[in-house]
């Protein structure tokens, strides 16, 4: 009778443990096929400052007058091309550090007095994203934003004025993209 309970309890251990292993395995499975997405997000407060959101449109406007080319869009529906709509607040901080890196810390001299209120208000933004980060493939969003950059590069001058031409773009897709309806002020302080 020993030899048999002995029997069943070491059976039944052994169907449990194989039971966790199975629950374990399907869990990690689940949670590869889901991109993880941490701190991506903004307060929506950010983008309801009446002053920064007119000198940010402001600064767009005035470069847009110098962009003679109409032909190309840097910030628009391509560039969230294959981007899952959870993923786009990451893809938008590897946009928003490229344009702030590349092309309006060296270009701050030019359109005065706006660039000098919009870069550090847009460098706040991207320090606060800076812990944004997805656990996922994210080859769809490095192509994108390499194709941005692509495109920048080889436009020259000129693609850096349309940059500074679409801050206006770049703000709406942050403030849509990276802010939740109802957030609260307090969420990103």
């Not at 194989?18 to 941490?38: F, K």
């Not at 990451?90 to 702030?100: G, P, S």
């Amino acid at each position: 009778m020993a030899a048999r309970q002995k029997s069943m309890s070491s059976s039944l251990m052994g169907t449990l443990a194989a039971s966790c292993l199975l629950v374990m395995a399907l869990w990690v499975q689940r949670e590869a096929a889901v991109p993880i997405v941490s701190h991506c997000s903004l307060d929506r407060a950010n983008f309801q400052q009446p002053y920064i959101t007119n000198r940010t449109f402001a600064l767009a406007q005035e470069a847009s007058l110098a962009d003679n080319n109409t032909d190309v869009r840097l910030i628009g529906t391509k560039l969230f091309q294959g981007v899952n709509m959870t993923e786009r607040c990451y893809m938008l901080k590897q946009v928003l550090n490229f344009i702030l890196e590349e092309m309006l810390l060296p270009q701050s001299n030019r359109f005065k007095p706006y660039m000098q209120e919009v870069v550090p208000f847009l460098a706040r933004l991207n320090k606060k994203l800076g812990q944004c980060h997805i656990e996922c493939d994210n080859q769809n969003i490095q192509r994108n934003v390499q194709n941005l950059k692509d495109t920048v590069k080889k436009l020259g001058e000129s693609g850096e004025i349309k940059v500074i031409g679409e801050l206006n773009l770049l703000f709406m897709a942050l403030k849509n993209e990276c802010t939740r309806p109802g957030q609260s002020s307090e969420m990103d302080n």
